[in-house]
């Protein structure tokens, strides 16, 4: 089953404790994005990547970096979280390779963090 | 990248057609018009996507304008289960997918019995 998995779906942290959320598609796409979604602000793209070592940013990429070392996955590390990124956090992969349109973004669901 | 306005609610009874309007002034020329729809905790879903006139799929439709600055989609009989945020996205799409993208607030169907 062509699927986005993360993990994990819920975490409670305290300030400063560097953690990282992980993101695997199975689908061999090319690209991946990390968005957050927050109430009223919808969703906005935090970092995005259009292949293995090709990283970009985003619209919100302050406090995340991101790694692509292979085309699967996809982690976001919060090196020194702060209660501002409490947020729900997803994972999306697009590409051609699934077979599906390419125009297709696959998203996870969900990283659910709390920063205390 | 193209900003987007869309409604942020819209109460719709079981049975009728809705359209839901996104205005976007600013599109570009390689910008592709995309509709996500999302459920509460659960990651977007892809419903359709256009570039100008108009599209069908077995879901929806999306109405595109000769200037593209607005499009509109299209759910024919609304059920309960169409209650969800409906998202309007543009931007480019290149030959292996999204790159920078900026979604709009989206818009909040209430379906009503």
């Known amino acids: 089953e062509a699927q986005v998995t993360q993990n994990p779906r819920y975490l409670i942290t305290v300030t400063g404790k560097k953690l990282t959320v992980t993101c695997s598609q199975n689908?061999?796409?090319?690209?991946m994005s990390w968005y957050r979604q927050d109430p009223g602000l919808g969703l906005r793209q935090i970092y995005y990547s259009m292949n293995v070592e090709v990283t970009d940013k985003g619209d919100v990429p302050e406090g995340y970096k991101v790694s692509r070392k292979e085309k699967r996955n996809f982690p976001l590390i919060l090196e020194s979280p702060s209660p501002n990124q409490t947020s729900l956090y997803f994972c999306?992969?697009?590409?051609?390779?699934?077979?599906?349109?390419?125009?297709?973004?696959?998203f996870g669901p969900g990283t659910r963090l709390l920063v205390l | 990248l193209a900003k987007t306005t869309q409604p942020i609610s819209m109460d719709s009874y079981e049975g009728q057609e809705v359209n839901i309007t996104c205005s976007h002034n600013?599109?570009?020329?390689?910008?592709?018009i995309t509709w996500y729809q999302q459920f509460p905790s659960q990651g977007p879903r892809f419903i359709i996507q256009?570039?100008?006139t108009k599209v069908t799929n077995e879901v929806a439709s999306l109405f595109i304008p000769a200037d593209r600055k607005s499009s509109t989609l299209s759910l024919p009989r609304v059920s309960l289960s169409d209650t969800a945020v409906y998202y309007c996205l543009v931007g480019p799409v290149s030959s292996g997918g999204y790159q920078k993208v900026t979604f709009g607030t989206g818009t909040k169907l209430q379906v009503i019995p």
């Open positions: 999306a992969s697009s590409g051609l390779a699934s077979g599906k349109r390419k125009e297709t973004q696959y």
């Open positions: 600013n599109i570009a020329t390689n910008d592709y």
């Open positions: 256009g570039y100008k």
């Open positions: 689908m061999n796409h090319e690209y």
